[in-house]
């Protein structure tokens, strides 16, 4: 059993970044990754997903270019730095493993397995 912790999350304002941390315990993680956020109201969406082996990455379109995901698999640790923040940034930002780990990254919620508890993340205007 894998346990995930987020870390980092906080209140910025727009234009400002952030740096969140998950870090894996209970075992060694070498699968996917990914990360995904949830404003109030609305649906858990993708955000960003990394390889196992940190070779590839996808990222939400509303992310790209300002989001960076990142992995050390010696430390367990997936980060995910965000620049250039919005209003609309806010959200909870989970977290999450892909137990299949394919190739291919998943987009899907639905493609992970395991959750963290998520850490909030505010952009005020």
């Known amino acids: 059993q894998v346990q995930l912790v987020e870390s980092g999350g906080g209140l910025v304002q727009a234009g400002g970044s952030l740096s969140l941390s998950c870090v894996a315990s209970?075992?060694?993680?070498?699968?996917?990754m990914g990360w995904f956020r949830q404003a109030l109201g609305k649906e858990r969406e993708f955000v960003a997903a990394?390889?196992?082996?940190?070779?590839?990455?996808d990222y939400a379109d509303s992310v790209k270019g300002r989001f960076t995901i990142s992995r050390d698999n010696a430390k367990n640790t997936v980060h995910l730095q965000m620049n250039s923040l919005k209003p609309e940034d806010t959200a909870i930002y989970y977290c999450?493993?892909?137990?299949?780990?394919?190739?291919?990254?998943?987009?899907?919620?639905?493609?992970?397995?395991?959750w963290g508890q998520g850490t909030q993340v505010t952009v005020s205007p």
């Open positions: 209970g075992r060694a993680v070498n699968e996917n």
């Open positions: 999450a493993l892909d137990r299949r780990s394919a190739y291919g990254v998943s987009r899907l919620v639905a493609g992970y397995d395991d």
């Open positions: 990394i390889h196992w082996s940190g070779g590839n990455a």
